[in-house]
């Protein structure tokens, strides 16, 4: 799974990024023989690419020695001004990775320089 040094790296190689609010987990899911969480947000905004005005998100449920990885999506559940890096796949939507699939945005709207 790819790694992103930066917020801006992540949004470069995004499909599509929104700004969401009211994130929250709706269960999980296995698609085509992944596990993967499922989230829903309201899009406030759309920084690149467009899409709908509430998103269904996959979220890759990754494991390392048999234990999950940190996943920011928790840590980001029902904030507002929450920059997601989303690849299109069918009629899906999925974050980038599942620790650098969101991160939230700096205090003027902007996206941060680091995670």
């Known amino acids: 799974m790819a790694s992103y040094p930066t917020p801006d ?10 700004i ?16 993967a969480s499922v989230w829903s947000a309201d899009v406030t905004q759309w920084e690149k690419g467009s899409g709908p005005t509430t998103l269904t998100i996959h979220v890759r449920i990754d494991t ?11 840590d ?9 890096f989303l690849i299109e796949s069918g009629d899906q939507w999925w974050a980038l990775n ?3 699939g969101a991160v939230r945005a700096k205090p003027d709207g902007g996206l941060p320089d680091q995670w």
């Open 98 to 100: 599942s620790f650098q």
């Open 64 to 74: 390392c020695g048999g234990e999950s990885q940190k996943r920011v999506f928790e």
């Open 9 to 18: 790296s992540a949004f470069a190689s995004a499909d599509a990024v929104a």
């Open 20 to 35: 969401v609010r009211d994130l929250s987990k709706e269960g999980s899911a296995d698609v085509s023989g992944v596990k």
């Open 76 to 84: 980001l559940e029902g904030e507002e001004n929450i920059y997601v």
